[in-house]
Every structure is written in C-alpha cells, then in structure tokens.
Nanobody, 116 residues
Framework: QVQLVESGGGLVQPGGSLRLSCAASGFTFSSYAMSWYRQAPGKEREWVTS????????SYADSMKGRFTISRDNAKNTVYLQMNILKLEDTAVYYC?????????WGQGTQVTVSS
C-alpha cells in the first residue's frame, strides 16, 4: 500500500533552516508528481510546492518562493523540502502528498515550529 513518511521537522529560530524528507513506498515513485502542504493551527491546509515526476519542474506558493526548495531523489524514493529564512508564520504541520489515479495520499505530517 502507498505510504508517505515525513521526517525532519523541529524547533528553529526565525531566519533558520530545516530540511524535511518524505520517504515513499508502495507505488512507482518516479512516475508521480509530489507535493508538500502545510496546516497551521486554526487554519486550513494550504499547498506549499509541487515537483514533477522527473524533478525537472517545481512550482511554489508565492509566500514560499525564494525561501523554499523542493527536490526529489527517484533512486531513494524520497522527496525533500529545504526551507530557508524561516518565519514565525511558517509554523505548521507539513504534509507530503501525492495523487494516484485520482486518489489522494497523505503522510502523517511533521511539525515545524519557528520560535525565538
């Protein structure tokens, strides 16, 4: 079965960096686009970024452009999210996501807390 397992979250000061990882299994990873979403307390889940199956093209929400970078390693079935210049408002649970045959799959999420 499809599994997405995020890791790498934690507590970081404003201006700091974190790299999240999402290990995928149960499907042909290299055939599917991958995305990251996030959900802050009391807010709806929002899209952060997506990457094409080959990794050649990525897209970002406006507030993350220039600070976040998505990448993938198809040999390791893993997608990454490098987050730089973190802000207080980046505090959220970050989720890995993929769509397979119109079914949406989510990981369990990893908490990112930006605080001084």
């Amino acid at each position: 079965q499809v599994q997405l397992v995020e890791s790498g979250g934690g507590l970081v000061q404003p201006g700091g960096s974190l790299r999240l990882s999402c290990a995928a299994s149960g499907f042909t990873f290299s055939s599917y686009a991958m995305s990251w979403y996030r959900q802050a307390p009391g807010k709806e889940r929002e899209w952060v970024t997506s990457i094409t199956p080959s990794g050649g093209t990525a897209s970002y929400a406006d507030s993350m452009k220039g600070r976040f970078t998505i990448s993938r390693d198809n040999a390791k079935n893993t997608v990454y999210l490098q987050m730089n210049i973190l802000k207080l408002e980046d505090t959220a649970v970050y989720y890995c996501h993929t769509d397979i045959s119109s079914l949406k799959y989510w990981g369990q999420g990893t908490q990112v807390t930006v605080s001084s």
